[in-house]
C-alpha cells in the first residue's frame, strides 16, 4: 500500500509551474542532478494550506530521481511565514547536526524564474500519517492501539530531542529572539487575528484578552519548529518505530519551547473534540490508543524536567495561534486570491478553535 506522503495530484492551475524554466535553471545551478536529456515531470503534493510543496520527477535515459520544490503560494505578504529561502538555509544548518530533516539541495531567490523564489530538498521516502483512519495502521484494534500508543511517546521523544539542539551555534544562533518571546507572540498574533479577520468572533477577543493578562514567564530558549504535528513527520517505512524527517520549517524559530508543545497541542485531536477539527487532517490522534492531550503534557515534561504546570496556557495560545492562521488562509479565499476548495471551510474551522480556546480560559482544562 502506498503511503500518502507519495500521493500527488495534477498540479492546480492556479498554482502551475513554468517545467520549462526550471528544467533550464536547475541544468545551469544544479548540474549534478541533472543530465544532457533530462525532462521533467510536476506534480503537486495536495494537503498543507502553506507554502506550496511539488514533486518533481527528473527523468533521462540512465536514472529517475525526486525531489520536493517549495515555493510560497500567491497573494500572501513577505515574511518569515513563506520565506522558502530561509527554510533551505535552516535544513542546511540541521541536516549535518543529525536532527532528522530532508538534506538541502538548492535555493533560487529570482522569482522571475516560475514566479516566486524556490528551494528544492531530497525525497524522503517514509509514511506520513493523516485522515481520521490511515491504512497504515494495523486493522487488528488490538495492534492499533499499540502502535498509537508507542507513537504517541515517539512524537514526545522527537519534540523533545529538536528541543535539545544546541542553539548557541551560528547560524541557530541568529534565527531568533527568544528574550520575550511569549510577549511577543501574543501581541503578533493577536495584531494578525485582527489584521485578517472578516467576520466578528466574539470568542477570539475573549482568548486574545486572556492570554495577554496571563502570560507566564520565558522559560529557556530552543529550537521550537512551531507546526509540530504528525502530518509533518515523516516515519521509518514499514515499522513507523521512528521518525526519518520533519517537514514544514517554515515557522521555526528560537524562542520558548512550552510554546512548541501548546502549538502541537492544538493539533493534537481527541474523541471528544468537535467534529470540525478532523477537518485539520490529524484525526489520527483521536483514536484509541493516543495519549490524551494531558497525558503528552506530562510525558514531555518527564522527558526534558520542564514544568508544565502552566499548559493551559500554551494550549490556549496553540488553539488561538491555529485560528489565526486559518482565517488568514479564509481571507485569501474571501479575497479571491486563492481558488483551492478546502479554504472555503476554513471559516468553520476559525470558529470551532476560538470556542474551544475561550472554553480553556474558563476551565483551565486541557
Same mark, same amino acid.
Given at each position: ?28 545551478? @544544479?548540474? &549534478? ?8 515531470? *510536476? ?24 525531489? @520536493? ?17 530561509? #527554510? ?33 530538498? &531530497? ?12 491504512? #497504515? ?61 472578516? &467576520?466578528? @468572533? ?51 524559530? *528560537? ?42 503534557? #506530562? ?60 472554553? @480553556?480560559? #474558563?476551565?483551565?482544562?486541557?
Amino acid at each position: 500500500m502506498r503511503s500518502p506522503i507519495d500521493e500527488t495530484i495534477a498540479v492546480r492551475a492556479s498554482e502551475a509551474i513554468n517545467g520549462e524554466a526550471l528544467l533550464a535553471w536547475l541544468a545551469g545551478n @544544479v548540474p &549534478e542532478i541533472m543530465s544532457a536529456d533530462a525532462q521533467l515531470e *510536476i506534480r503537486q503534493f495536495p494537503a498543507g494550506f502553506s507554502n506550496l510543496t511539488y514533486l518533481v520527477t527528473i527523468t533521462s535515459a540512465n536514472e529517475s530521481r525526486r525531489v @520536493v520544490l517549495r515555493r510560497p503560494p500567491r497573494g500572501v505578504k513577505p515574511g518569515i511565514a513563506h520565506d522558502v529561502g530561509r #527554510e533551505h538555509d535552516l535544513l542546511k544548518a540541521l541536516h549535518p547536526q543529525g536532527v532528522p530533516v530532508p538534506r538541502a539541495i538548492a535555493r533560487c531567490d529570482d522569482a522571475a524564474i516560475i514566479g516566486a523564489p524556490f528551494y528544492l530538498m &531530497e525525497h524522503v521516502d517514509g509514511v506520513i500519517l493523516r485522515g481520521v483512519a490511515p491504512p #497504515e495502521l494495523p486493522p487488528d484494534p488490538v495492534q492499533a492501539h499499540g502502535t498509537l500508543a508507542r507513537l504517541s511517546h515517539t512524537f514526545v521523544s522527537t519534540l523533545s530531542q529538536l528541543h535539545a539542539v544546541d542553539v548557541q551555534r551560528d547560524p541557530l544562533a541568529a534565527l531568533g529572539r527568544p528574550n520575550g518571546y511569549v510577549r511577543r507572540q501574543v501581541d503578533g498574533w493577536t495584531r494578525r487575528w485582527h489584521a485578517s479577520r472578516t &467576520e466578528d @468572533v466574539p470568542p477570539m477577543e475573549q482568548a486574545a484578552k486572556w492570554l495577554d493578562a496571563h502570560q507566564p514567564p520565558d522559560r529557556g530558549a530552543a529550537l521550537i519548529h512551531n507546526d509540530f504535528k504528525f502530518d509533518n513527520l515523516v516515519l521509518h517505512r514499514p515499522s513507523m518505530e521512528r521518525v526519518v524527517a520533519i517537514l514544514d520549517w517554515e515557522m521555526a524559530t *528560537i524562542g520558548d519551547p512550552l510554546m512548541d508543545l501548546g502549538s502541537s497541542l492544538a493539533y493534537w485531536v481527541e474523541a471528544g473534540d468537535a467534529p470540525v477539527f478532523t477537518m485539520l487532517g490529524l484525526g489520527v490522534t483521536a483514536l484509541p490508543g493516543s495519549l490524551r492531550r494531558a497525558e503528552l503534557a #506530562e510525558a514531555y515534561g518527564t522527558a526534558t524536567g520542564r514544568d508544565v504546570s502552566d499548559i493551559a496556557f500554551y494550549y490556549t495560545f496553540g488553539l488561538f495561534k491555529l485560528a489565526v492562521i486559518a482565517q488568514q488562509i479564509y481571507a485569501r479565499h474571501v479575497q479571491g486570491l486563492t481558488a483551492d476548495a478546502r479554504f472555503a471551510k476554513l471559516g468553520v474551522v476559525v470558529a470551532a478553535l476560538a470556542d474551544a480556546a475561550a472554553r @480553556v480560559t #474558563e476551565t483551565r482544562e486541557i
